[in-house]
């Protein structure tokens, strides 16, 4: 038998939200019941125990993009109160594309996680870029402020289930992969990059990373 042709095979579009769920059944009750509008006890305790979230974004057209951050725990972002979450902007490769894209469209969807836990913990909220001196000085790491600080009104927080990181086994000693089965840093981009030099990328990105870390 042979194989179909791009134009033989049929797509089936998703356009609408009635379309959704004839594929999906509704969730369950407790699926939206869960959803906070602020951070209690287990949420801060959560963000406590954390050294690395994901924070997305979107430009005004649109367009999104997803960017991780990470910290020493308890470095990693600061609540000032019950709706209201501190992140700090340490130095980086100064693209600044989630600034950009706050900017335009000031909101961030965050997921966290903890090391071990098979659970997550989102959190949606409007995001306003700040360099107010007082809010940069909770997150400061060795006497090293950040450059700015996101400053997150909790709009939505809740915990997400084990599932996803369960199936990916992210977290089990057995599955980690052999760092030799990809290039480095700076073999990719010597790859992509006309005239680029890998030995001297990854010579650089390793003094960043011991010398301007924080």
Request: proline share 7%; charged share 30%; glycine share 6%.
């Amino acid at each position: 038998m042979r194989n179909k042709t791009h134009k033989e095979l049929r797509t089936v579009a998703i356009a609408n939200l009635e379309d959704l769920r004839t594929v999906y059944r509704p969730p369950a009750p407790r699926a939206g019941l869960k959803v906070l509008d602020h951070l209690d006890r287990h949420c801060r305790r959560f963000i406590a125990l954390s050294p690395f979230y994901v924070i997305s974004s979107a430009r005004s057209d649109g367009r999104a993009d997803a960017s991780p951050r990470g910290d020493p725990p308890g470095s990693l972002a600061h609540v000032l109160d019950d709706r209201t979450l501190l992140l700090p902007d340490r130095p980086g490769n100064r693209q600044v594309d989630t600034l950009m894209n706050l900017v335009e469209r000031p909101y961030v969807g965050l997921l966290f996680f903890v090391p071990g836990f098979t659970e997550t913990l989102r959190i949606n909220g409007r995001a306003e870029i700040s360099t107010d001196p007082e809010l940069l000085k909770p997150l400061a790491i060795k006497g090293k402020l950040p450059i700015s600080v996101l400053k997150v009104t909790v709009e939505e927080a809740f915990l997400h289930c084990a599932k996803a990181l369960i199936r990916s086994r992210i977290w089990d000693p057995a599955a980690q992969v052999e760092r030799s089965c990809f290039p480095t840093y700076g073999q990719v981009l010597a790859d992509q990059i006309a005239g680029a030099d890998a030995r001297e990328i990854d010579a650089g990105e390793e003094a960043s990373a011991r010398d301007d870390l924080f």
